[in-house]
């Protein structure tokens, strides 16, 4: 009988065909990205887990990569006779093999005993946790082990990195023993099946659902879903459709033409005529409207973030957006078109010299326009906690954004956006020569951070393509009915290439 390995029974957890690919064709397996980066953070948080279980170095680690699943069994199991805290200790047993975190030795009634510690780079527990300690408590109790309790660690989200590598308020301990020991059974009756879906030679018929992204993303979407027709102009295009696109999905509806026209806002309806009549709708009187009431000089800002589960600078919480870059066009009351930019790929703190760089670009008055605004202003309310010399001059800049995202929302619709108005989608549908992509190294956020983190991409292009993206906007939303429109027309026009115009 083949050991099913823990990922492996919670891979069956979430459907029973996805064990069956792992095991049978894996070479159909395409993780995303994002599941690539969060295995990345997983072994970050477990690496500190290891600092903080372990504060005298005198734990051990069980490698299987290097030792082979056999000797990684043996020696965890021969280690089980000494008093130190053993990391990544493997059982097999009751069909199922498992590697545990954490193990901490403890003596209860002179008796040694054993406290399991999963650990997780969430920053709550979640019901597949739950499962996963379940099956870990089974696997390590049918192998024989004195396990007293069984614990889930996850981030504290609200901890602060005091610095100096002491990272012993990172985790959270949630204690799972009672519901891990009293599902016993149920781990038991998963394995069966699980090992009874292994063993067939058939495919088993699932179909594709909304447990193919829950709890993970699964790898194997592509290839269950590539005979499934796919719409010319599906209805989730349309805006915040929530419990009506599930009515329409179960009357088999897949085609925006065939939504009826009496079910929609005006919102969707706009997305629905124009997408299928592929026209563009611009209210430019009503933008300019929007945009009269904010004079020259005006800033134009985009701040790029990056986020470690377990933070680096003194000051910062898990996962906390830190600023490390802004790109700030301005366009003075003469017309005179600027760009400040501030960039720290130090690898130090850079939110205090950014705060400082930032207070002394964006002057006193005049509009500072910026695509979403939430997400630029919590950045700046956080500055302002931590530096409270600076809190004032930051929040004065606060008070003066003005989000371009509902006027855009509200004002402008290209089909190619596909019922989204996120910067990527309007970009390239407003000046087709700034598309987003093209920009080299400038694909998503995700690719920003990955250039803070020092992936060989020119950081200068990050700064100014935040600069185009935001110019693009005034271009498009004011167009001739405000002094920002007839200058950026203009200037669009004297030129074959607005790039030119804003590297100048
Ligand atoms: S994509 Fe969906 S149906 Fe296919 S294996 Fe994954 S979870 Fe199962």
């Excluded at 002179?110 to 399991?116: A, F, Q, S």
């Excluded at 124009?274 to 904010?294: E, Q, R």
């Excluded at 020569?433 to 950081?459: C, I, N, S, T």
């Amino acid at each position: 009988m083949r050991h099913l390995s823990k990922s492996k029974l919670l891979a069956f957890r979430q459907c029973p065909k996805r064990l069956w690919l792992e095991i049978h064709r894996p070479d159909l397996r395409a993780d995303s990205a994002a599941t690539e980066a969060s295995f990345q953070i997983g072994h970050q948080v477990g690496d500190i887990a290891r600092q903080i279980y372990d504060p005298q170095h005198q734990g051990i680690l069980i490698d299987v990569q290097t030792e082979g699943f056999q000797q990684a069994f043996e020696r965890s199991t021969a280690l089980l006779n000494f008093d130190q805290p053993i990391f990544e200790a493997g059982f097999s047993a009751g069909g199922a093999l498992a590697f545990a975190d954490v193990m901490l030795p403890e003596n209860i009634d002179g008796k040694r005993v054993w406290h399991i510690v999963e650990v997780k780079s969430s920053t709550c527990v979640k019901d597949y946790h739950r499962d996963d300690v379940a099956v870990q408590a089974f696997v390590a109790r049918t192998a024989g082990v004195a396990l007293h309790s069984i614990a889930l660690a996850h981030i504290d989200s609200s901890w602060t990195y005091p610095g100096d590598e002491d990272y012993s308020g990172l985790l959270i301990e949630n204690d799972l023993t009672t519901e891990a020991f009293a599902r016993t059974q149920e781990v038991k009756a998963w394995i069966e099946k699980a090992q009874q879906t292994a063993a067939s030679l058939t495919e088993p018929a699932i179909e594709t659902g909304s447990h193919c992204d829950t709890p993970y993303a699964c790898g194997f979407d592509g290839y269950c879903r590539r005979n499934e027709p796919q719409a010319q102009y599906p209805i989730h295009w349309l805006p915040h459709l929530g419990a009506k696109a599930r009515g329409l999905a179960a009357q088999g509806v897949t085609e925006l033409a065939d939504v009826p026209d009496d079910l929609l806002s005006p919102k969707q309806l706009r997305v629905k005529t124009h997408t299928l009549s592929n026209t563009v709708y611009f209210d430019s009187a009503g933008a300019a409207a929007d945009l009269a009431m904010h004079p020259l000089p005006a800033y134009f800002l985009d701040f790029e973030t990056v986020q470690f589960a377990v933070p680096i600078w003194r000051g910062t919480r898990p996962y906390q957006l830190n600023t490390y870059q802004f790109s700030l066009h301005t366009l003075s009351a003469s017309g005179q078109l600027g760009h400040t930019e501030f960039l720290d790929l130090s690898g130090g703190d850079p939110s205090e010299s950014l705060a400082h760089a930032l207070i002394a670009s964006c002057g006193t008055r005049g509009p500072v326009f910026v695509y979403n605004a939430a997400f630029e202003t919590t950045r700046i309310n956080e500055l302002a906690v931590r530096f409270a010399a600076l809190r004032d001059a930051l929040l004065a800049i606060n008070a003066r954004v003005v989000d371009l995202l509902p006027i855009a929302r509200e004002r402008y619709y290209h089909p190619s956006q596909q019922g989204r108005w996120s910067i990527k989608k309007v970009l390239p549908a407003v000046v087709p020569e700034l598309r987003y992509d093209a920009l080299e190294g400038v694909q998503d956020g995700g690719m920003a951070m990955e250039a803070f983190l020092g992936f060989p991409l020119k950081a200068g292009h990050l700064a100014i393509s935040m600069g185009y993206v935001l110019f693009a906007h005034v271009v498009f939303l004011a167009v001739e009915a405000h002094p920002f429109g007839r200058l950026a027309i203009q200037r669009h026009q004297e030129t074959e290439n607005l790039t030119d115009v804003l590297l100048r």
